[in-house]
């Protein structure tokens, strides 16, 4: 019993350790760190990015938070704050966004939650489709957002858009036309409202309209 | 005065289109006094409406301006002009522009004036050169004649500084407004034609601009003429609201817009409806971005129109945040750069300032107090 107890203890401990160490040489062989002139800094961000690495996160994201805030001239504690505040982010995204892992849906669902998209709306597009990945659909939610559309309102316009199968290009299409409007001085509201409904004008009835009749004939 | 002031405008406008500031609307109320030859002076109030839109294609200007006085001194006049560039990359750019005025200068009869210009432009790194023609009605007192002008010119910017020089040859038979400013014809009853030189210099630092303006006119064939003016003047800036309009000098008769000769003084106070929303906007600074779809990613052009002194910088994602060079276009600075799928944080400053977001992106928190363009690429 006491030698299994210690061979499972020493097993975990070899794992951690080999873990710590694979970390630790994906972070050192990140040759982005040069491009880190300040000493103190880039120590912040090898430290960051080793943690998080051995948390089991991606460390790319993190990597170019960490080059943004320096090139941003910004200190090293802002720097170690924003790479922990992502990091954060990204792990709840995940959480939201499961079963799927992808970096680029967590960077995107990250960046979503940063801009005030509501939590449920990440697991409702997961739900929504769930054999793909949604990083280009969260991504241009991330812009309406960004562009002044109420949250609520760009999710479920979003959510419907993709429930009657837009495509991607149509997705960032109509970010791209949304920001065009408001530039020009449309409300954020109104300006979705009205490609929105040009988008879903071009678009088949999603099949569970069609589910409701079982009777109907195509 | 209005009319000289409504072309200042229009030069402004339309030489640095593009570079200016997006929108501007303002109210200028002021007083004039203004004498023309053998002439008492009088004394009016100004009151004036300014509209000026810029975009990376066109530059758009409205005006109405009326001068009233109690001894029927005065004048309106209104006008519009538009000024059309394909893109920023395309080295020329053409302009046209009509005006209407209604006038009751008593010295001269009541009557109006109805003319248009056609100006192409083509722009070279610092300046560039134009040649246009114009033409203009004006009935007074129930007598129509008719002016016409060609014209060439150049421009060089050096810093804050502009030089202008420009040629104009002037065709007419208003006889009325031609003498009241002491240009006779040899023959009775001939037509008047003139030739102007005029040499510009236009300053502007921070709040203060100046301009002023020489011309030199010489007649030719049968009409006698030799004249020179002197114009000038000052605007300050109180606030991004708030300025102050002085100007003071001379102005030839312009047969074309039948606008008398003229010795003018000025003042004016011009207040901003609509204020720059940023320093990146009353630096007269707007970015462009364009994606044009390959087969997988996009190619992202990001131009920025910038006056000729403003150092521009660009730093990405994709780039890992370093610093990108930009080519120098004319009017400005232009990114082109090839996209995989996927986001992408973008950022521009402008001579050394902070890292700010493109002001064509959509704008994203960076997490260190600032903002970051967002780009997505289908």
Request: hydrophobic letters at 45%; a positive charge; glycine letters at 10%.
């Amino acid at each position: 019993m006491i030698s299994n107890r210690f061979g499972s203890y020493f097993v975990r401990s070899a794992v951690a350790v080999l873990v710590a160490l694979g970390a630790r040489s994906a972070v050192a062989q990140d040759a982005r760190l040069t491009l880190i002139r300040d000493d103190a800094t880039r120590d912040v961000v090898r430290q960051v990015l080793g943690a998080a690495i051995a948390r089991g996160m991606p460390s790319d994201p993190l990597m170019s938070k960490a080059l943004e805030g320096v090139a941003k001239k910004a200190t090293p504690k802002r720097i170690r704050e924003a790479m922990n505040a992502l990091e954060g982010r990204m792990r709840r995204a995940n959480e939201l966004l499961a079963p799927t892992r992808s970096v680029d849906e967590m960077a995107a669902g990250a960046d979503a939650l940063y801009a005030g998209v509501p939590e449920k709306t990440l697991k409702l597009m997961r739900a929504a489709a769930p054999n793909r990945p949604i990083a280009m659909e969260l991504g241009v939610l991330t812009e309406m957002v960004a562009n002044g559309v109420p949250p609520k309102q760009a999710s479920k316009m979003l959510l419907d858009l993709m429930a009657h199968g837009a495509t991607g290009a149509q997705l960032t299409a109509l970010g791209s036309a949304v920001q065009g409007d408001v530039a020009a001085g449309l409300k954020p509201d109104v300006a979705l409202d009205l490609r929105g409904r040009g988008v879903m004008s071009l678009l088949p009835p999603p099949p569970s309209v069609n589910s409701l009749n079982p009777r109907g004939r195509p | 005065m209005i009319a000289r002031a409504t072309a200042c405008a229009l030069l402004v406008a339309f030489t640095a289109a593009g570079a200016q500031s997006p929108r501007e609307l303002s109210l200028e109320a002021g007083v004039l006094r203004a004498r023309q030859m053998n002439r008492d002076a009088h004394d009016a109030i100004v009151l004036g409406v300014l509209w000026r839109a810029n975009d990376v294609h066109f530059a758009s200007l409205f005006s109405a301006n009326a001068s009233v006085s109690r001894d029927s001194v005065a004048a309106a006049q209104i006008i519009g002009a538009l000024a059309y560039r394909p893109s920023l990359q395309w080295p020329l750019q053409s302009e046209i522009g009509i005006s209407a005025s209604r006038f009751g200068v008593t010295s001269l009869g009541r009557g109006g004036n109805v003319s248009g210009y056609l100006r192409q432009r083509v722009l070279i790194a610092d300046g560039g050169i134009w040649g246009g023609g114009a033409i203009g009605s004006t009935d007074r007192d129930n007598i129509a004649s008719r002016g016409s002008a060609v014209d060439a010119g150049g421009w060089y910017r050096l810093g804050d500084f502009t030089a202008t020089a420009s040629i104009a040859r002037t065709f007419t038979d208003d006889t009325p407004l031609m003498e009241a400013a002491g240009i006779f014809p040899l023959l009775d009853g001939a037509d008047f034609s003139v030739d102007d030189a005029s040499f510009a210099g236009h300053y502007e630092q921070r709040r203060l601009s100046l301009d002023a303006v020489l011309t030199l006119r010489n007649g030719r064939g049968l009409t006698l003429a030799s004249q020179s003016a002197f114009f000038a003047s000052a605007t300050w800036d109180f606030t991004p609201r708030v300025s102050l309009a002085l100007g003071g000098g001379h102005q030839l008769a312009d047969p074309v817009r039948g606008t008398p000769d003229a010795t003018v003084a000025q003042a004016s106070v011009r207040f901003a409806l609509r204020v720059p929303r940023n320093e990146t906007e009353a630096k007269g600074i707007a970015t462009f971005a364009r994606l044009e779809p390959q087969d997988i990613g996009s190619v992202l052009t990001l131009t920025v129109a910038a006056p000729d002194s403003v150092a521009v910088e660009m730093a990405a994602s994709f780039s890992d945040w370093q610093p990108l060079m930009l080519r120098r276009i004319v009017g400005g600075w232009e990114l082109k750069v090839a996209l995989k799928p996927g986001r992408y944080g973008v950022a521009v400053r402008f001579d050394g300032g902070a890292w700010q977001a493109p002001g064509s992106l959509a704008k994203i928190r960076d997490g260190f107090g600032g903002e970051s363009g967002l780009v997505i690429i289908p």
